[in-house]
């Protein structure tokens, strides 16, 4: 992400409530996210259940298969360092913010999507249980939202694109 672009995102995420956060982690595109998701890693007034939902679309399961021996590539190492702070921190670091989630019926990465790879590093039990909250986000189809955004905001960052 360019820096003009993690700029505005920035902004916005400073400004967003516990549900827009969650829908940004639900909606945005891993592949190019990586200041964002770390701002939030490391924001204790996320809710513990966005944490969870970062733990598992980064691939916590598939990362299982890796120790700390092993040659990784620089993305790889930095996936695997956030998973570790996630584990580390969780779930006492993170607010709770009364947001429900539970990562055996996420629209992303589940437990058990990687069963057929053998886990070097077993995956910590309270990182598979459902959280407490009782309010549901809507994160499949979040109405005024692109890629976790709020479309005023994808606009002008495509705008400036131009």
């Known amino acids: 992400m360019e820096q003009q672009d993690w700029d505005l995102v920035h902004a916005y995420l400073q400004e967003a409530t516990p549900a827009q956060w ?21 924001n204790p007034q996320i809710d513990r259940a966005t944490a969870l939902m970062i733990y598992w679309n980064l691939g916590a399961e598939w990362y299982a298969q890796f120790d700390d021996s092993d040659d990784l590539y620089e993305a790889q190492r930095e996936r695997v360092a956030m998973l570790r702070l996630i584990e580390e921190r969780y779930p006492d670091y993170y607010a709770n913010q009364g947001i429900w989630f539970d990562p055996k019926h996420s629209d992303g990465t589940r437990p058990g999507d990687y069963a057929d790879i053998t886990q070097k590093r077993a995956i910590p039990a309270k990182m ?35």
């Open 128 to 162: 598979l249980e459902a959280t407490t909250g009782s309010e549901y986000v809507d994160t499949e189809n979040p109405d005024g939202y692109d890629e976790g955004l709020p479309l005023e905001l994808v606009e002008r960052i495509y705008d400036r694109d131009d």
């Open 22 to 42: 969650h829908i940004y982690v639900a909606r945005s595109n891993y592949d190019d996210n990586g200041a964002a998701l770390q701002w939030l890693i490391d």
